[in-house]
């Protein structure tokens, strides 16, 4: 800033010096003009530095009035910290109140459908055989779910003209698969009680129209 008025100031000097090396040359016929080109240069300086100090005047009232608005706020923070502190912390007490109260909400949940878990698994285990059995054969069975309740299945059936031995598994784990199970066993002791001496093949293509209709 101001660098223009120099550099006029100093453009002054210069052509006053050649003027007098001119003249002290008897080149021109004109009158000694270096100390009005030193008044110039000093002229030009001091306009530079006023406009800086105003400049720079300028910049520190804007500072003040920067400063005296951070005072203000930092007044302010500091009377209304306590006030925030204290209402954040009722905040945290609230939502952490509200997280326990789902915590034993979802603990209720956990041991209800535990619950139900193992009422399916009785109800899946006590629809196998307890003691199968088949004329002129030992029978030994035993069967682990891969989950509180698959959809694993076996039956001894015995029947008049012989005896049926049924094995499956239902796609999948779960109680769904649970379901399709027993739905299984029912539709096959059902059909084997209907049909009259059934080849496997047909008590298969029973059971899968009746599987498939539910």
Not at 25 to 42: C, R, Y
Not at 73 to 102: F, G, I, S, Y
Request: proline share 4%; net charge negative.
């Amino acid at each position: 800033d101001g660098a223009w008025a120099l550099g006029a100031g100093l453009a002054v000097l210069v052509g006053a010096a050649f003027n007098d090396m001119f003249v002290l040359m008897e080149l021109v016929d004109s009158v000694i003009l270096t100390p009005w080109g030193i008044l110039a240069f000093v002229f030009s300086q001091s306009y530079m530095l006023i406009q800086r100090s105003a400049q720079n005047l300028r910049e520190v009232q804007k500072l003040s009035v920067d400063l005296e608005a951070a005072n203000v706020e930092l007044t302010d923070l500091n009377l209304n910290l306590e006030k925030k502190v204290a209402t954040r912390t009722e905040e945290l007490r609230e939502t952490l109140d509200e997280k326990e109260q789902v915590n034993q909400e979802l603990v209720k949940t956990r041991d209800a459908l535990w619950g139900e878990m193992k009422l399916a698994k009785r109800i899946q285990t006590a629809v196998l055989p307890k003691e199968p059995s088949l004329p002129e054969y030992e029978i030994s069975a035993y069967m682990e779910p891969a989950d509180e309740v698959g959809g694993d299945y076996y039956d001894i059936i015995p029947t008049r003209d012989s005896g049926w031995v049924a094995i499956g598994d239902v796609s999948g784990h779960g109680v769904p698969a649970g379901l399709v199970m027993m739905m299984v066993q029912t539709a096959i002791l059902t059909l084997l009680k209907e049909l009259e001496n059934p080849s496997p093949a047909k008590l298969l293509a029973s059971v899968n129209r009746a599987v498939y209709q539910n």
